[in-house]
């Protein structure tokens, strides 16, 4: 290889293993047997995660993970239904999005996206309005990264008997989320994301008993989670034409993940690669934009240098001939950008990128990395 690739720091599509890569030389028939047991197997997995076998169901879409999150929205929500978005950031907004494109009627908590979403809050709004129907959740909010109180908000929704949606897109396989003990109807994620397979499919874990009763909601036949769901335990396969080599590098991602040690496993490993990327930026000067406290362990934004040197432009472009990708802020009102801490790096990785983003400053001649405390 003339020039090793660099290594995304970025939420997905992230850094894959070799075997994972390695898993989509193969050409498989969507018929096949064989490639139908790979999707059941993985089916099996994601239920095992979430330890939903039994009461949940797995059904995987084409798509990236939006496809997924459109689908659960469109298959959950009846067309009269009403549904409540407590948003912090991007991602909520992309859900408030899904809603108003689809009909679904739409109400929203607004918070600014240094502020987790308030369980108290949902409580309020719940009691406040029977017609709401369902609650859409983003577990870590990738806009900023921060990482909301899933299990809290789902006692809530679950206490006020409406039903839950979570997009678990940044966070699956990596946060916990305990079927047993957090009621929820949906959760969606997708392939390219904290599973370490590549994007191109997107999956979501729907409690049987909610799922029985979506027949007819959707409004899109390609969407259609619950058609996809009967289909698939019809006759083992996808509807429509499977993206086979993303659907095989999953399995072997997840098997992976298995070897390595599940969830805790994962976890943790980003936990301590979210460590070292804000102690090792911490000493060029850099400050994180959120509190340590609300700071999930996936992405992590950093107010941007405040030097008349520095444009991200040129700083992306010096840290990607150092080997690294980094991520533009997400923010409207400050001036940021974001490391992602998810992806197969070794331990090598974060410091790698540290001392890459330090030879930056140097070569761009930044001397004020510390931006000034917000007013
Ligand atoms: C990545 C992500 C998505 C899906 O984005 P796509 O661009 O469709 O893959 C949705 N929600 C969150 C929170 C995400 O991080």
């Given at each position: 290889?003339?020039?090793?690739?660099?290594?995304?720091?970025t939420p997905g599509?992230l850094?894959?293993?070799?075997?994972?890569?390695?898993?989509?030389?193969?050409?498989?028939?969507?018929?096949?047997?064989?490639?139908?047991?790979?999707?059941?197997?993985?089916?099996?997995?994601?239920?095992?995660?979430?330890?939903?076998?039994?009461?949940?169901?797995?059904?995987?879409?084409?798509?990236?993970g939006?496809?997924?999150v459109?689908?659960?929205?469109?298959?959950?929500?009846?067309?009269?239904?009403?549904?409540?978005?407590?948003?912090?950031g991007a991602y909520?907004?992309?859900?408030?999005?899904?809603?108003?494109?689809?009909?679904?009627?739409?109400?929203?908590?607004?918070?600014?996206?240094?502020?987790?979403?308030?369980?108290?809050?949902?409580?309020?709004?719940?009691?406040?309005?029977?017609?709401?129907?369902?609650?859409?959740?983003v577990h870590c909010e990738t806009g900023a990264g921060v990482l909301n109180?899933?299990?809290?908000?789902?006692?809530?929704?679950?206490?006020?008997?409406?039903?839950?949606?979570i997009d678990a897109m940044s966070s699956f396989g990596a946060l916990?989320i305990?079927?047993?003990?957090?009621?929820?109807?949906?959760?969606v994620a997708a392939?390219g994301k904290c599973l370490e397979?590549?994007?191109?499919?997107g999956?979501?874990?729907?409690?049987?008993?909610?799922?029985?009763?979506?027949?007819?909601?959707?409004?899109?036949?390609?969407?259609?989670?619950?058609?996809?769901?009967?289909?698939?335990?019809?006759?083992?396969?996808?509807?429509?034409?499977?993206?086979?080599?993303?659907?095989?590098?999953?399995?072997?991602?997840?098997?992976?993940?298995?070897?390595?040690?599940?969830?805790?496993?994962?976890g943790?490993?980003y936990?301590?690669?979210?460590?070292?990327?804000?102690?090792?930026?911490?000493?060029?000067?850099?400050?994180?934009?959120?509190?340590?406290?609300?700071?999930a362990p996936i992405i992590v934004?950093?107010?941007?240098?405040?030097?008349?040197?520095?444009?991200?432009?040129?700083?992306?472009?010096?840290?990607?001939?150092?080997?690294?990708?980094?991520y533009?802020?997400?923010?409207?009102?400050?001036?940021?950008?974001r490391?992602g801490c998810m992806g197969?790096?070794?331990?090598?990785?974060?410091?790698?990128?540290?001392?890459?983003?330090?030879?930056?400053?140097?070569?761009?001649?930044?001397?004020?990395?510390?931006?000034?405390?917000?007013?």
């Amino acid at each position: 290889m003339s020039q090793a690739a660099p290594i995304l720091l970025t939420p997905g599509p992230l850094t894959t293993s070799d075997r994972t890569r390695q898993a989509m030389l193969r050409d498989w028939g969507s018929w096949d047997a064989d490639f139908n047991q790979i999707t059941a197997r993985i089916r099996k997995e994601v239920l095992n995660i979430v330890h939903g076998t039994g009461t949940h169901e797995c059904v995987p879409l084409q798509g990236s993970g939006t496809f997924s999150v459109e689908a659960a929205i469109g298959t959950l929500v009846p067309r009269n239904g009403h549904v409540l978005v407590p948003s912090n950031g991007a991602y909520c907004q992309r859900l408030a999005k899904i809603c108003k494109v689809l009909g679904r009627r739409l109400t929203t908590i607004d918070y600014t996206e240094e502020k987790q979403v308030s369980p108290a809050d949902v409580d309020r709004a719940l009691a406040a309005d029977p017609t709401i129907t369902h609650v859409a959740v983003v577990h870590c909010e990738t806009g900023a990264g921060v990482l909301n109180p899933l299990h809290e908000i789902a006692l809530v929704v679950a206490k006020h008997g409406r039903g839950l949606i979570i997009d678990a897109m940044s966070s699956f396989g990596a946060l916990e989320i305990d079927a047993r003990r957090t009621p929820f109807d949906a959760v969606v994620a997708a392939s390219g994301k904290c599973l370490e397979g590549v994007p191109g499919m997107g999956f979501v874990v729907i409690k049987r008993s909610t799922l029985e009763k979506c027949e007819g909601n959707c409004h899109s036949l390609s969407m259609d989670l619950y058609d996809q769901w009967v289909y698939m335990e019809k006759t083992t396969q996808w509807r429509f034409t499977p993206p086979t080599h993303v659907v095989a590098a999953l399995d072997t991602a997840i098997a992976q993940y298995v070897e390595e040690g599940g969830l805790p496993a994962r976890g943790g490993r980003y936990a301590r690669n979210c460590k070292a990327l804000i102690d090792g930026l911490a000493t060029l000067g850099f400050r994180s934009f959120l509190d340590p406290a609300i700071q999930a362990p996936i992405i992590v934004t950093f107010h941007a240098p405040d030097d008349a040197n520095y444009d991200f432009k040129t700083f992306y472009q010096e840290v990607k001939k150092r080997g690294y990708i980094l991520y533009p802020g997400k923010l409207t009102q400050v001036e940021t950008f974001r490391v992602g801490c998810m992806g197969h790096f070794g331990d090598a990785g974060i410091p790698g990128a540290v001392a890459a983003i330090a030879d930056t400053l140097k070569a761009m001649g930044i001397r004020q990395v510390t931006a000034a405390e917000p007013a």
